[in-house]
């Protein structure tokens, strides 16, 4: 598949919201519990803090389901990683917590050390944190779609309001990303969900400018991973995008 993807975004978000979470669950299904100190993409983050992490996220869908708003909507799927969150996150600090701003930049020192010490607790994260991890997503895609079959559904999230399906796709982004980040030691795990990676595109689309996407010609996984900072860029890679290079990466 070709990236960037071109269009609206896909009708049932919910069952990609599901299928993603899905195969985020199959890469850490069955894993040793040795496995969960692998290292990943996400700088001193390894496996079993980087699944916590996506667990919180998880969580906080379910809290942004269950918490309705009557207001105007001031972000989209775009717009909603250009601002820094204002409320704290699961450490009580405040500022960039890698849901808003910058996707899966989990570096800070406050959350990684924090990740880490609840990703010890579980002493057997092949089946406990596992479990945890999939029982929640699992719930968050269930509410998800009940939301999203409530016509005019919005939520509140991280200071904002959102259309159901535009916190749905910063979901999705989310979870797509790191996807790709667990992989790194993981060579043998599942590429992510096809129509995640088509919802993290067209996020990152809308990020770049047309002007700037027109250019590109990398696949998908590529697009994002050089997009977000994964991946250096070559010297083909510059010349490419010339004057755009200076735009990326996009989110960190």
């Known amino acids: 598949m070709r990236a960037p993807e071109r269009g609206a975004l896909p009708l049932g978000q919910a069952a990609t919201l599901g299928r993603t979470y899905g195969r985020l669950t199959?890469?850490?299904?069955?894993?040793?519990?040795?496995?969960?100190?692998?290292?990943?993409?996400?700088?001193e983050m390894p496996v079993g803090a980087l699944l916590v992490h996506l667990l919180y996220?998880?969580?906080?869908?379910?809290?942004?389901?269950?918490?309705?708003?009557?207001?105007?909507?001031?972000?989209?799927?775009?717009?909603?990683?250009?601002?820094?969150?204002?409320?704290?996150?699961?450490?009580?600090?405040?500022?960039?917590?890698?849901?808003?701003?910058?996707?899966g930049n989990?570096?800070?020192?406050?959350?990684?050390?924090?990740?880490?010490?609840?990703?010890?607790?579980?002493?057997?994260?092949?089946?406990?944190?596992?479990?945890?991890?999939a029982a929640v997503s699992s719930a968050?895609?269930?509410?998800?779609?009940?939301?999203?079959?409530?016509?005019?559904?919005?939520?509140?999230?991280?200071?904002?309001?959102?259309r159901a399906a535009d916190f749905v796709a910063t979901l999705v982004t989310e979870a797509t990303i790191h996807h790709l980040d667990l992989m790194l030691e993981l060579p043998d795990a599942p590429e992510p969900d096809p129509e995640g990676l088509q919802v993290t595109a067209r996020t990152l689309d809308g990020l770049f400018g047309p002007e700037a996407w027109d250019v590109i010609s990398w696949d998908t996984t590529t697009y994002v991973l050089k997009a977000t900072g994964r991946l250096p860029l070559t010297e083909d890679d510059l010349d490419q995008l010339g004057i755009f290079a200076v735009r990326l990466p996009l989110l960190s």
């Open 26 to 43: 199959e890469v850490v299904q069955g894993l040793p519990d040795a496995a969960f100190e692998r290292a990943t993409r996400c700088e």
């Open 57 to 103: 996220d998880a969580e906080r869908a379910l809290v942004a389901f269950a918490t309705p708003s009557t207001a105007d909507p001031d972000r989209d799927f775009v717009s909603y990683w250009q601002d820094e969150p204002d409320e704290p996150d699961e450490t009580g600090e405040t500022g960039e917590t890698g849901e808003t701003g910058d996707a």
């Open 106 to 133: 989990t570096g800070e020192p406050g959350e990684t050390s924090f990740v880490r010490a609840v990703a010890a607790a579980y002493r057997a994260p092949s089946v406990e944190l596992v479990g945890h991890w």
């Open 140 to 162: 968050a895609a269930r509410v998800a779609a009940v939301r999203l079959a409530e016509k005019g559904h919005k939520v509140e999230t991280q200071g904002h309001v959102l």
